[in-house]
Every structure is written in C-alpha cells, then in structure tokens.
C-alpha cells in the first residue's frame, strides 16, 4: 500500500473479510431477494461485484476493505437469488419443474466451459494490464450479464405466508429458521450444502501449497503450472456435470447418486489428505494426489446440479432464498476456523477437516434417502 507490499497479514484480512460479509448479510439480502424479487437480487449482485472490482485500483486499505464485504454480500446474491428465480419461473409453468434437473446439469457443464475460457481471458488480461486486469475485465461481464437479465426475465418474488390468522406476509429470517427446524429433510439438504461447499472451499485454498509441494518432491525445484491445472480441473467438473446429466436422463433418483457422489469425494479427499501427509513415503505422489485432486473436481461438476435439483424439490419457495443463505453461516464459520488455524493444521490437517465435513455430508445424504425411501 502506497508503495509498500502488503503483508500476509493485510492478505489475510481482506480474505477473511470477504467470507464474514457473506456470513453476516447472507440471511438478510437472502430475505430481501425473496421479498422483493429474484431478478433484483441477481442485477444487485451483478452492481455489488462490479464496485467490488473496481475497488481493486485502489492502494486504500479502508477502500479494498470496503470492496471485499460488497463482494461478500454479492456472493449471498449469486448463490442464491439467479437459482431461486430460475426454480420460481419453472414450478409457475405446467410441467415446468419437471425439466429443473436437466435445466441444472447443463448450466453448470456450461460453468466449466466457461471457467475455462475465463482462466484464459484472465491471464491475457492480467498480461495486458496488471494484477487489477482480470477484474477490469470481470466488470464487462458482469454488465452484459446484467443487460441479458434486465431484458429477458420476467420478476418473480417469493410465495407469502399465511398466519394462523389468515393474514398473509412476506416471509421473515425468523419463519425461515421455524421452517428448517420443523422439516428434518431441509435440515439434513442444508447440512449437505455446508459441508460439502465449506470442504470445497478449504479445497480452493490448500490444492496450490499441495501441488507445489508435490511437484516439488518429484522435479526438484520446477515451478507449478497453475493454469493448466485449473483447466483440468474444470475439465473434471464439466465430466460430472455430463454425468449428472445422463443420470437423469436414466430417472435416477437424485438422492441415490448424490449419495454415492459424496462418498467418492469423501475417499478422495481423504486420499489427498493422507498423501499430503505421507508426502515421499508413498511411490508416485505427485500421480496419486492429482488423480485424487481430478476425481472431487468430478465430484464438484455433479454436487452443484445435485444440490439445486434437491433444493428445488425439498426448500419452499416462500422462504428460498433466506434458507440457503442461512446454511451459508456454519459453511464461513468453518472455512474462516480452518483458514485462521492453518499453521497448526498445515495443508494435510486442512485436508484432513475437508474429509471429515464430506463424510458427514454423506451421512446426511444417506440419512435424507433413507426418509424419502419411508415416505414413499
């Protein structure tokens, strides 16, 4: 800052800042979308991003401060007010939300598409420009984004409640909280969500010191190619969300695939971990934990479309938005206790936390088969 490098420390804080926005204002622009319109809530996340971009440019740390708790609170937009919209406009139609599943694997084949051009956009902007390229760049994105969605969608807004007095109102955090505890099944959607998306994150922050660490082991002191990397492991998530796809094609309930989904990317996150930890001790190292890095990337490409399907089918649409950001609290909470005791776990024992959120996100979704299965 003003011609000084920033610290880890400063680093640090601007990184946590961004996940305790997201915490604290998820459950209230939650509301706010659900109440006064989904297509809102995805143009305020479009504006929100947009200025927090543009607050890379600065050398003010109160400015970059204030930019990474708008990209927080645009966060809890994006992962909650596009999806809500998109489940509100289908179940309106006849039939409509018999297609969501289909609607879901292909948005998010269609996101590793994306992820992959955008990773090379990125590196050419950041050549051209700078550090601060790539978010430039972002902001004319997220304008045409914005445009399209200003033109082509109509508004929804959520489904009002009914009193014990007949009197109807607009849904409230305080009736989301009552509407999760008195339904086990979007408990346990929501507990799914949490672990999964917080051992994902811990995943995004560990996968560069443990790659390098590998590669390190195996070629000495060549560098890490971070970019190719990343391309494969949007290429691994494009294969997931394909075989999303083809499974309900097949009718296979969602519920029995996203179990055996989580399993798999529970074992392989604990093979990561376990080989982070054996490092040298295990022949080919760099080949095992990239193949285990590959297998959660598919793992990840298949959980998205799993869990929107699950939402669509198990969260209101009275209280959607609220709901979803209210599991995003417990997901921050863990993702800022891991990244803020990082030196006494080191990048196995993070893997390690991974695995054991995914493991019980598994059980939670066995558990949630096995209520269906009575049900039914």
């Known amino acids: 800052f003003n011609g000084v490098p920033a610290s880890l420390a400063i680093v640090s804080r601007l990184f946590l800042t961004g996940f305790a926005s997201t915490a604290l204002f998820g459950p209230w622009v939650g509301r706010m979308s659900d109440s006064r319109?989904?297509?809102?809530?995805?143009?305020?996340?479009?504006?929100?991003?947009?200025?927090?971009a543009a607050t890379t440019k600065s050398s003010l740390l109160g400015v970059l401060l204030m930019g990474r708790v708008l990209s927080g609170i645009g966060t809890s937009l994006l992962f909650s007010a596009p999806e809500a919209w998109l489940v509100?406009?289908?179940?309106?139609?006849?039939?409509?939300?018999?297609?969501?599943?289909?609607?879901?694997?292909?948005?998010?084949a269609g996101d590793?598409?994306?992820?992959?051009?955008?990773?090379?956009?990125?590196?050419?902007?950041?050549?051209a420009r700078g550090p601060t390229g790539p978010f430039e760049l972002s902001i004319?994105?997220?304008?045409?984004?914005?445009?399209?969605?200003?033109?082509?969608?109509?508004?929804?807004?959520?489904e009002k409640t009914e009193s014990s007095t007949g009197e109807t109102s607009e849904p409230t955090i305080r009736d989301a909280f009552n509407v999760v505890k008195a339904d086990p099944k979007i408990m346990l959607v929501g507990a799914v969500q949490s672990l999964f998306e917080a051992a994902m994150y811990i995943f995004v922050l560990q996968w560069p010191p443990a790659i390098t660490g590998a590669v390190s082991a195996a070629f000495g002191g060549s560098s890490t190619p971070y970019g190719t990397v990343f391309s494969c492991f949007m290429a691994s998530c494009l294969l997931g969300s394909t075989i999303f796809g083809q499974l309900v094609k097949k009718n296979v309930p969602t519920e029995t695939f996203t179990s055996v989904m989580l399993a798999v990317a529970t074992i392989s996150m604990g093979m990561a971990a376990w080989i982070s930890a054996s490092g040298a001790a295990i022949g080919m190292p760099l080949a095992a934990l990239v193949a285990?890095?590959?297998?959660?990337?598919?793992?990840?490409?298949?959980?998205?479309?799993?869990?929107?399907?699950?939402?669509s089918k198990y969260v209101p649409d009275s209280h959607r938005s609220v709901i979803m950001n209210l599991f995003g609290i417990p997901l921050n909470a863990l993702v800022v206790s891991v990244f803020l005791s990082i030196k006494r776990l080191g990048v196995s024992g993070a893997l390690s936390v991974s695995t054991g959120a995914l493991a019980l996100a598994t059980a939670s979704m066995i558990k949630l088969k096995s209520i269906t299965k009575d049900e039914n």
């Open 292 to 311: 285990a890095f590959f297998a959660f990337e598919g793992c990840v490409g298949m959980y998205f479309p799993s869990i929107g399907t699950l939402r």
């Open 140 to 158: 004319g994105f997220l304008a045409a984004g914005a445009i399209l969605a200003s033109i082509l969608w109509k508004e929804n807004k959520a």
């Open 88 to 108: 509100g406009e289908a179940t309106s139609k006849e039939d409509g939300g018999k297609y969501l599943g289909e609607t879901f694997g292909l948005a998010y």
């Open 37 to 52: 319109g989904r297509k809102r809530g995805t143009l305020a996340f479009a504006l929100l991003y947009s200025l927090g």
């Open 112 to 127: 590793s598409i994306v992820a992959i051009l955008a990773g090379q956009f990125a590196g050419a902007a950041a050549g």
